[in-house]
């Protein structure tokens, strides 16, 4: 079956665009996160959607981030007014049912670059 | 809140040789551990887990891990290294709760000498 799918591949932009990121999970998973892997910090966690409660957003580092997730199924991740050290890998995740013991599946990132 | 040491950021080792990952944890509560492996511009994928039973684990491709709470620590062991095996592995911790995060080590790059 089909993996995490996550659009584009690879993201460059200027300094104080936005940007939009996509992530299509697992047909049939309630669960989905999103983390951010860069040289200085490694991988973070950024926000969590389980079904149709609030999202965790705990992991956001400032108020340009936001994601949402629409119709339980695709998910956005927007940036607005990027800087330079949002350049990083943003990884995306789904799972089954959102609980702590099950495997997160993970996309191949969207690689942002910002100039 | 919880926290993963992974010393060191790469190891490399012949191939054949036993490959050692260290990963200790931190956590005020029983955690659950991961270990991923991601290759070259690729997503991260699941080798093995801890949550509940036995304490050694089997996961894919030869490897295991020990869960020993006494020393809060689950090292990544294979015993004969593969060229294939080279890539950077990640342990991960998470805990029960409403958010069932992953908190991530730094990674350690392992390299494989023919």
């Given at each position: 079956g089909a993996g995490v799918s996550q659009s584009p591949s690879n993201k460059v932009t200027e300094k104080g665009k936005d940007v939009e990121l996509r992530c299509d999970p697992i047909s049939g998973h309630t669960a989905l996160y999103w983390y951010r892997q860069s040289l200085g910090q490694g991988l973070e966690f950024l926000i969590y959607f389980q079904g149709?409660?609030?999202?965790?957003?705990?992991?956001?580092?400032?108020?340009?981030f936001s994601a949402e997730r629409t119709g339980g199924s695709v998910s956005t991740l927007t940036i607005q007014?990027?800087?330079?050290?949002?350049s990083a890998v943003y990884l995306c995740a789904s799972s089954f049912?959102?609980?702590?013991v099950e495997t997160q599946y993970f996309g191949p990132g969207t690689r942002l670059l910002v100039l | 809140a919880q926290s993963v040491t992974q010393l060191g950021s790469h190891v490399s080792v012949s191939e054949g040789a036993l490959v050692l990952l260290r990963c200790n944890y931190s956590s005020s509560v029983p955690p659950y551990l991961f270990w991923y492996v991601q290759y070259p511009n690729q997503g991260l994928q699941l080798l093995l887990k801890y949550t509940t039973g036995a304490t050694l684990v089997k996961g894919i491709n030869g490897f295991e891990a020990e869960f020993k709470k006494s020393e809060t620590s689950f090292h990544l062991t294979k015993p004969s290294a593969h060229m294939s095996d080279a890539a950077e592995y990640f342990c991960a911790v998470s805990v029960l709760g409403a958010n069932s995060k992953l908190t991530f080590g730094k990674g350690i790059t392992l390299s494989v000498r023919p």
């Open positions: 149709n409660s609030a999202p965790d957003k705990s992991g956001l580092p400032s108020d340009r007014r990027t800087q330079q050290e949002d049912a959102g609980t702590s | -």
